[in-house]
């Protein structure tokens, strides 16, 4: 089945800085990634997505790339602020299997004021 | 819309007690997916719904047990809880047809369940 690893486990950046979140899955028929953001003690929110037709998406600040070939996928953040401090997880699935997520471990975000 | 609603928020359980978390969402999706998160990991599937009447096993459905008789309602069951079920409980829905699939999941605000 799919495995999703996620790295790094905790990242700490400036205000102002750039983060970097990659996932790699194994199942190369997965072909949506979603990432989620959680905040403590709140339910996971989707921030973006990307289909595997698409290399890149970007949403004012957020960008998400996709590598089909290495199979990886990675979540940049741009001039982060302390809002951004939060859990962030990747996850994949494919749209043969009803949707079922296959989440990545998580990425603990830290925003140093 | 309320979207996604359960119940309880909090509850603790003996060691072999059972109990039914709840789970309503007020959007019409078809589809329904609980979810169990351990501390400082991911979300991991235990069962899910692709419509009335259907359900089937994820990747943790030991110890739990779902019906689906509505579309709105998709309840879990804990039978003889144990302390490995200690976890924040989280369900989902989406909605999705053949003509124009969505992936999106909406998420509840969760059930943090505590077995001692």
């Known amino acids: 089945g799919e495995n999703v690893e996620q790295h790094p486990s905790t990242l700490s950046v400036q205000e102002g800085d750039s983060a970097v979140i990659k996932c790699t899955y194994s199942?190369?028929?997965?072909?949506?990634f979603p990432w989620y953001k959680q905040e403590l003690g709140k339910r996971p929110q989707l921030i973006i997505d990307i289909r595997s037709n698409v290399g890149e998406k970007k949403d004012q600040r957020i960008a998400v790339t996709l590598n089909k070939t290495a199979k990886h996928f990675s979540l940049h953040i741009t001039e982060t602020q302390p809002e951004d401090s939060a859990v962030y997880f990747c996850a994949a699935t494919r749209s043969s299997n009803t949707g079922k997520l296959i989440f990545g471990q998580g990425t603990t975000l830290q925003v140093k004021p | 819309n309320a979207g996604v609603t359960q119940t309880p928020k909090f509850r603790i359980l003996k060691i072999g007690q059972s109990m039914t978390l709840q789970c309503t969402q007020d959007?019409?999706?078809?589809?329904m997916y609980w979810y169990r998160q351990d501390p400082g990991m991911g979300l991991k599937l235990i069962y899910y719904?692709?419509?009335?009447?259907?359900?089937d096993k994820g990747e943790v459905p030991n110890g739990y047990n779902v019906s689906r008789s509505t579309t709105e309602d998709f309840p879990l069951r804990l039978e003889l809880a144990a302390p490995s079920q200690t976890s924040v409980y989280f369900c989902?829905?989406?909605?999705?047809?053949?003509?124009?699939?969505?992936?999106?999941?909406?998420f509840g605000p969760g059930t943090r369940l505590t077995v001692t």
């Open positions: 199942d190369s028929a997965s072909n949506y």
């Open positions: 989902a829905s989406r909605w999705t047809s053949g003509n124009s699939p969505s992936y999106e999941q909406y």
């Open positions: 959007m019409n999706h078809n589809y």
């Open positions: 719904s692709v419509g009335a009447g259907i359900t």
